[in-house]
């Protein structure tokens, strides 16, 4: 036992059904892995909690699970209430809680500031510990750049993300690497500053594997309510991705002629999504990406590409549990907690944190651009190339 890696956990909050509760629930009961119930050879030890709302379970976890303690510091957690470094691997769970939403719509989430606190006890420490990341990095892009700054001067492996690029799919397929593609879309659902985000690390996931890996973004532009059905109507992306990508959905809402139509008409979407929202960029070799939200249509994240030399799109889904599975259960956390896992015993990430810097800009890009009347942006400082990791890390089953 006392060879185990001890484990931090430094979360806003800690309630039923928070990402906290998923993540460092999974450190300290375990979850199902490969039809057996896995248990992570490691212990989370010490847990720092910003905020306690009503139906807290931080109080109750630390006194059912005796090697776990609560501390009213990010610094003390990671020292196990000493003067230097104490644990081995440290989970930044920065989502959920009051914390404000911006002019722009952004989720004023505290991530930056509670890593920025992690590297303070590692700098005092002269040493460091692997560190994942739930979610995107940040909700300002200079902030989010100057995470990934500090963890590549200090050298500790650094991760992040959702579950999405990590999660079941169907069909069970990842984009072959080297591919040459050539266009490619996620469909999904839900809202800016969150959702959008799982959308283009679907998206992101997938193309970062074509011919050169990943090279960096130029523009983005942004398109919502009658703005979005113009380009639709005018084909600014493809048609056959489009409806590729809804074919895909398991919950695709039915079309109301009978067997006269397989997809909904264009009339009926636009009845189902008053307010839907594009972002469309263009990558620095020429790629183009478009990330939709129609809500009321699917209620789940669908991908399609073009690739040179197949006539019909690559297609696949980031399967996801539908409700109430995907609430109570959420079992996409088990792969996203089996990779952090590798990285706390390893000290290496198992795939590339430039993913999550990147798809963090294109959020605050696509937002920018919705608050500046859906004009385009330049994004000069999304010159990020890097290569994916060989090895597909989704969940096969």
Not at 112 to 130: D, K, N, T
Request: proline content about 6%; hydrophobic content about 35%; charged content about 20%.
């Amino acid at each position: 036992m006392a060879d185990r890696p001890k484990i931090a956990a430094v979360v806003t909050e800690y309630r039923k059904y928070s990402h906290a509760q998923h993540i460092c629930d999974r450190f300290l009961e375990g979850y199902g892995w490969n039809g057996r119930h896995h248990r992570p050879p490691m212990d989370l030890v010490s847990l720092y909690v910003d905020q306690r709302p009503e139906g807290d379970l931080s109080m109750e976890r630390a006194a059912r699970f005796a090697g776990l303690s609560i501390f009213p510091t990010v610094a003390d957690a990671l020292t196990l209430g000493g003067t230097e470094l104490a644990v081995d691997g440290v989970l930044l769970v920065g989502e959920h809680g009051e914390y404000g939403v911006n002019e722009k719509g952004q989720h004023l989430y505290p991530r930056y500031e509670l890593f920025r606190q992690i590297a303070a006890v590692y700098r005092v420490s002269g040493r460091s510990a692997p560190v994942f990341n739930d979610k995107h990095l940040s909700w300002r892009w200079e902030w989010a750049r100057e995470m990934y700054d500090i963890s590549r001067e200090m050298g500790f492996a650094f991760m992040a993300g959702s579950s999405l690029p990590v999660t079941w799919r169907t069909p069970s397929i990842d984009m072959p690497l080297g591919a040459r593609v050539t266009e490619a879309m996620c469909i999904g659902y839900g809202g800016v500053d969150s959702y959008d985000f799982h959308a283009l690390e679907t998206l992101q996931c997938m193309v970062e594997r074509r011919r050169g890996g990943e090279t960096g973004v130029r523009w983005i532009d942004a398109y919502r309510g009658e703005r979005f059905w113009e380009a639709h109507h005018g084909r600014v992306w493809s048609r056959e991705l489009f409806e590729t990508c809804l074919a895909r959905s398991h919950t695709l809402a039915q079309p109301r002629h009978g067997f006269n139509h397989v997809l909904p008409t264009l009339d009926e979407m636009k009845s189902l999504d008053e307010d839907p929202i594009a972002y469309r960029y263009e990558h620095n070799d020429g790629l183009i990406s478009t990330m939709i939200l129609l809500n009321g249509v699917v209620r789940d994240f669908n991908f399609a590409a073009h690739l040179l030399g197949r006539d019909r799109p690559l297609s696949t889904q980031m399967y996801l549990p539908m409700p109430p599975a995907y609430t109570t259960l959420a079992n996409f956390f088990s792969p996203q907690v089996n990779n952090v896992e590798q990285m706390f015993l390893t000290g290496k990430a198992t795939y590339p944190v430039e993913r999550t810097l990147l798809t963090t800009g294109l959020v605050a890009a696509g937002v920018e651009s919705l608050n500046l009347d859906q004009s385009r942006v330049q994004t000069p400082h999304l010159d990020l190339a890097y290569q994916p990791n060989p090895e597909s890390t989704y969940w096969r089953t």
